[in-house]
């Protein structure tokens, strides 16, 4: 195909002997037979040919293989392993791409999926100290003190944890993604706090109790424990 | 030709590349505008690896504090890069592993638009993007022509997010019944902006059920529509209101911009396909002409001029349109007035209005002047000037749904300056028409939608 050239152009120049097989320009197209139609214009053999070969004319000249007229290669071998490695690109692409998509109607994570404003979930998380007594002692907001030798040092949820509205402890919030999304890094980030608070020893592990709603749902409480911090772990699970 | 020929011949297709170019300066400014929320959470709150976060895995490794802010930086400088088209596609690779690699130093930074990036960021590395409206263009003198194979995957890509969203919220109970929707605060909007007549006639509930239909339908319709020419600028129209309404009202980052970004490769762009007959005596129809080259940014209008002193707008098809259609169908065709000037176009369904029968001898009239790529350069600088202070002092942490949009002025004055700079030498790319007489057209030829 040959695109921007009017036709009375087309007609007058060279371009469309080499095109019918009849100009003895195409003889200088490696791979293809003079007298014969059907040469390939490439744009890598448009350069090389002389201006005055187009009637003098600015011309941009592209391939367009499925065009009947300019069909046939010169550099068929080449070109055509190529064509199979784009063709493989192309196709590992777009499967992976599905199977992304698709896997994420099995598994509670949406990351990769493009699942656009997937749900709408409030939910309202307090931060409670579990001491070594076995009293829970809920802070607050996610701030607590706690005495030691040196005098009071006090620690607060957010010093720790920030973004994704995570640092956001006693109201109401809508969670960003998924909540599964949200119950995953909160847990993560409750054992995190929980590695990195060294001057209180009276606190054997936290709890975040999360009471949530999801879109068109009743209210439900979920209640995660950090990893302990005496060595030993404790979990619940959703109530 | 049998099956495993013609994809072959698909894969190897060549043709213009001028979508893409347009796509990579959009891509770019995602790029910046990615790394620049960064560095304001940095500036803001600190280094992120002083606090909670969670890789994907432990074999990332994770960078220095200085290591970190380098990172930004370069990947704010291969990032303007990739705007200007210098050292186009190691630009774009570098941008791409920057980016990448800090989108995957922290999962709870996950966001579908980011990803979205990444992956807009790897087809340009294979793209041959840096073929038109770039520095390397102009600079080893390339044509804009190129493998359209990248082409084909931008729009896969963007027709499965559509459709992955689209399935996702149609199998979910609760999108269906506009729970969703209303617990993000649809019906309070409903409810203190509709007038009351139509508060009266439709219920927030209602409301939210329409939106919500409305939303998931946009979806599928948008997706399937951008491939079929005749349905192709209804789509890029209704994806401009659709993505325009989300932007502002819950501003998902980069997501809207790339969307519509993805449009210019969908648009199947070829330079002067459209021509706009401008009279030579009217001061004001030249300084129009003028103006219609900054704001060109698809590259589709010729310029013409003869002594007469109506205008005129020939459309792809050979149509001519005068009159008041014509600076409709001259406004449908330029990016910044299309959104209000495309759906007035359909005024020409009607009655044949604006239709030209009379014919006109008109001479190209194209300006011989260009904007210089300096200029390109300095309004990089610029920016990058603009967007340190300004991003990183003190009272812009917490941006308001205003302070989002500050830098679309920025983004305008880009766009100008690459239509300013490039037209000359795309328009010189396409042959010149000799001064000719317009055939007289025949009143009952009736133009189709996709005519143009």
């Known amino acids: ?239 | 030709m049998g099956p495993i020929k013609r994809l072959t011949a698909w894969a190897n297709k060549e043709g213009p590349v001028l979508g893409l170019a347009l796509f990579r300066i959009v891509v770019g400014l995602m790029a910046l505008r990615y790394l620049v929320g960064f560095a304001r959470d940095y500036a803001g709150w600190g280094f992120y690896g002083n606090y909670f976060f969670l890789p994907y895995t432990g074999s990332i490794p994770q960078p220095s504090e200085a290591q970190y802010v380098a990172l930004l930086i370069a990947g704010a400088i291969t990032g303007a890069m990739l705007i200007i088209g210098y050292h186009t596609r190691v630009a774009a690779m570098a941008t791409f592993l920057m980016v990448t690699y800090h989108f995957s130093l922290n999962q709870i930074w996950h966001r579908h638009n980011r990803y979205f990036l990444v992956l807009c960021l790897f087809v340009l590395c294979l793209a041959p993007s840096g073929r038109a409206l770039s520095f390397d263009a102009r600079r080893l003198k390339l044509r804009p022509i190129g493998p359209l194979w990248t082409c084909f995957l931008i729009k896969v890509q963007m027709t499965l997010i559509y459709l992955a969203s689209a399935v996702s919220k149609t199998i979910d109970s609760a999108w269906r019944s506009g729970d969703v929707l209303g617990g993000r605060g649809l019906e309070m909007t409903w409810a203190r902006w509709a007038p009351g007549f139509l508060l009266d006639w439709i219920s927030p509930e209602t409301a939210v059920q329409f939106i919500t239909a409305q939303a998931v339908a946009s979806e599928y319709l948008v997706a399937i529509f951008l491939w079929f020419r005749k349905t192709r600028r209804l789509a890029i129209w209704w994806g401009i209101l659709f993505h325009g309404y989300i932007e502002a009202q819950y501003s998902v980052i980069t997501f809207s911009y790339l969307t519509l970004a993805t449009c210019f490769v969908f648009a199947d762009l070829k330079c002067g396909q459209k021509t706009w007959i401008y009279s030579s005596r009217s001061v004001f129809s030249v300084e129009v002409a003028k103006i219609i080259g900054w704001l060109d940014w698809l590259f589709q209008i010729r310029l013409e001029a003869y002594s007469g002193t109506k205008q005129r707008f020939v459309d792809r098809d050979g149509t001519p349109y005068g009159g008041m259609m014509g600076w409709i169908m001259l406004g449908s065709n330029l990016p910044i007035f299309f959104p209000v000037c495309y759906p007035l176009s359909w005024l020409r369904f009607i009655t044949n209005w604006g239709y030209c029968r009379f014919s006109i001898i008109s001479a190209p009239a194209e300006p011989g002047r260009s904007c210089k790529p300096k200029w390109i350069v300095w309004w990089a600088i610029l920016y990058l000037a603009f967007l340190t202070p300004v991003s990183i002092t003190g009272q812009f942490q917490n941006l308001t749904d205003a302070m989002r949009f500050w830098d679309l002025p920025w983004f305008f004055v880009l766009m100008c300056l690459v239509a300013g700079t490039y037209r000359h030498a795309l328009m010189r790319e396409v042959p010149a028409r000799a001064p000719r007489r317009e055939e007289e057209v025949t009143p009952t030829l009736e133009p189709t939608p996709a005519a143009h």
């Open chain 1, 1 to 239: 195909m040959v695109a921007c050239v009017t036709p009375a152009l087309y007609a007058r120049s060279d371009l469309a002997e080499i095109e019918r097989g009849t100009s003895r320009i195409a003889e200088l197209v490696p791979g293809r037979r003079p007298g014969k139609p059907g040469g390939r214009l490439g744009a890598e053999v448009y350069p090389a040919l002389p201006k005055a070969c187009f009637g003098g004319a600015n011309l941009i000249c592209w391939r367009d293989p499925m065009n009947s007229m300019s069909s046939v290669s010169n550099t068929v071998g080449a070109s055509r392993g190529k064509a199979w490695l784009i063709l493989l690109f192309c196709a590992a692409y777009v499967a992976f791409q599905v199977f992304m998509i698709v896997r994420a109607h099995y598994v509670p994570c949406k990351q990769f999926a493009f699942w656009m404003f997937p749900e709408s979930t409030y939910f309202k998380a307090t931060l409670t100290r579990v001491l070594a007594d076995g009293r829970e002692v809920i802070t607050s907001d996610g701030a607590w003190a706690v005495q030691t030798g040196t005098g009071k040092v006090e620690y607060d949820w957010q010093d720790f944890v920030q973004s994704y509205r995570l640092d956001s402890l006693g109201r109401w919030e809508r969670s960003k993604g998924t909540f599964d999304d949200t119950i995953k890094y909160f847990q993560a980030a409750l054992d995190y706090v929980a590695d990195r608070m060294p001057e209180d020893r009276v606190t054997k592990h936290l709890l975040l109790t999360i009471d949530y709603e999801r879109a068109g749902d009743a209210v439900k409480t979920l209640v995660l424990a950090s990893k302990a911090r005496s060595g030993e772990r404790q979990e619940h699970g959703p109530n």
